[in-house]
């Protein structure tokens, strides 16, 4: 699969230490795992010169408290609270200066943010998702990004699950219906 550096962005989701690190609440072996590999999908864009930018999942303590119905609180626990070592970026991922963080508050990183203005400012079309949790906030983003008429691209070897049959359905799902899967070794940038 080949991609313009200058239309492409590597969408890195939610590597934080609450995700992946042993002593985070949401903590999952495989997010850990993806480190390495997000940091090597990274750098290989930066030296092409695509764009690369990371979301960082971050609730304010009270977020969900009004809420009719949305509470991930109630469904996750406590996890990521604004302010806290969780909502960090986790270790081994080097984020640049010039590297753009979207803090969103959701499992969509479109939702109430402004990463589709950021992106159609730039000429951005081409997206290679990586990071976690598969079948949670990347397929929400990358599914969102398709419906925004993205290219989204699930980039397989470098994204966290907490069970292997999650990124299966994922990669399997975004496949059918609005992206691409590629493995980092299928993807050039030219």
């Known amino acids: 699969m080949q991609f313009d550096p200058d239309r492409t962005a590597v969408v890195v989701v939610d590597m934080q230490n609450g995700f992946c690190h042993p002593d985070g609440s949401l903590y999952a072996p495989a997010s850990e795992h993806v480190i390495e ?5 990274a750098a290989a ?25 949305y509470d ?19 270790d081994g991922l080097d984020v640049r200066g010039d590297d753009h963080v ?21 000429g951005i079309d081409d ?8 079948n949670v906030c990347v397929l929400h983003t990358a599914g969102s990004a398709g419906l ?15 069970e292997e049959d999650h990124h299966e359905y994922a990669l399997d799902h975004a496949d059918w219906l609005f992206g691409e899967v590629a493995d980092r070794e299928e993807i050039e940038f030219v």
């Not at 590999?37 to 999908?41: F, G, N, Q, R, S």
């Open 148 to 162: 925004r008429d993205f290219r989204p691209v699930l980039v397989e070897d470098a994204i966290g699950y907490i």
């Open 37 to 41: 590999p997000i940091a090597e999908l």
């Open 127 to 134: 997206l290679l998702f990586c990071g976690t949790l598969a």
């Open 102 to 122: 979207v803090e969103k508050h959701t499992y969509d990183a479109f939702h109430d943010t402004e990463l589709e203005g950021w992106l159609d400012a730039r």
């Open 72 to 90: 991930e609180f109630e469904r996750w626990g406590e996890h990521v609270v604004e302010g806290t070592w969780e909502t960090e970026i986790a």
């Open 45 to 69: 864009a930066r030296a092409a010169g695509a764009a690369v930018l990371y979301t960082r999942d971050v609730h304010p303590d009270e977020q969900f408290a009004d809420n009719h119905y």
